[in-house]
């Protein structure tokens, strides 16, 4: 049995309104949108880096040459500070949203 939409014409005015209205809510202040963005840079330098890092254990440990076994000690050293770093940021990040987010409520908002 199929249905077929009442007022489609109507239903979509009403969903375009309310798709600008939520996006003028999440616009917002420009400055917290460039500082979520550079967060997430950061987060995604760190992780590429431990994508490299780990590759290089990896290839280090399949060699079982003494010497690259030895430098996987500071590799791992190093991905376990970027990892610190990783859970550091995200945990900015949080903050930051949750704060932003928190003012943005009390602010009054704009009704057309």
């Known amino acids: 049995?199929?249905?077929?939409?009442?007022n489609s014409s109507s239903n979509k005015k009403k969903l375009?309104?309310?798709?600008?209205q939520d996006s003028e809510d999440v616009?917002?202040?420009?400055e917290i949108?460039?500082?979520?963005?550079q967060?997430?840079?950061?987060?995604?330098?760190v992780l590429d880096r431990n994508r490299v890092l780990i590759?290089?254990?990896?290839d280090n440990h399949q060699s079982k040459i003494p010497h690259?076994?030895?430098?996987?000690?500071?590799?791992i050293q190093e991905l376990n500070g970027n990892i610190s770093?990783?859970?550091?940021?995200?945990s900015d990040l949080s903050s930051n949203f949750s704060t932003a987010f928190h003012n943005d409520d009390e602010q009054p908002k704009n009704s057309d």
């Open 1 to 6: 049995m199929a249905i077929t939409p009442t």
């Open 33 to 37: 949108w460039a500082s979520f963005d």
């Open 16 to 20: 375009k309104q309310q798709a600008k």
């Open 39 to 45: 967060s997430f840079k950061q987060v995604q330098s």
């Open 27 to 30: 616009n917002g202040d420009p």
């Open 68 to 75: 690259n076994m030895v430098e996987n000690v500071a590799l």
């Open 85 to 90: 770093k990783v859970v550091s940021l995200y």
């Open 55 to 58: 590759q290089q254990v990896n």
